[in-house]
């Protein structure tokens, strides 16, 4: 197939020559220099695979102190755990405390909250 540009980018060997992926090439840089950007980012701090084991950080926990819930919302004002439990409505003591300067909500709580 013959090549559609002479960027590097584009003609980068692990890149598909496609004539049909032209109309999408600023998204497809786009979104390999973030991967790129990324990549940098993790090299002398955490691992892929760190950033794979999230679900083990975040959402609801126990541990050897109780439930610990924590979740990522950097736009949110505002959180709160609902369940029957409360009504489904919002109260202190079902309320995340946040976020840190790193967008993250975190809230512990006694084994009595989860458990039956």
């Known amino acids: 197939m013959k090549k559609c540009s002479k960027d590097p980018f584009w003609s980068d060997p692990s890149w598909t020559n496609d004539p049909y992926l032209s109309p999408f ?6 979104r390999f220099e973030k991967a790129l950007a990324t990549a940098e980012k ?4 955490k691992s892929w695979v760190d950033m794979a084991n999230y679900h083990e950080i975040f959402g609801l926990h126990r541990d050897k102190k109780g439930w610990v819930f924590r979740e990522w919302a950097p736009n949110a004002t505002a959180m709160f755990i609902l369940t029957p439990a409360n009504n489904w ?5 079902w309320e995340v405390k946040g976020p840190d300067p790193s967008g993250i909500f975190e809230a512990r709580f006694p ?6």
């Not at 993790?42 to 701090?45: G, S, T």
């Not at 409505?89 to 003591?93: F, L, Q, T, V």
């Open 25 to 30: 090439k600023p998204i497809i840089r786009s």
């Open 42 to 45: 993790l090299k002398n701090k």
């Open 89 to 93: 409505e919002r109260s202190s003591d």
């Open 111 to 116: 084994d009595r909250f989860f458990l039956p």
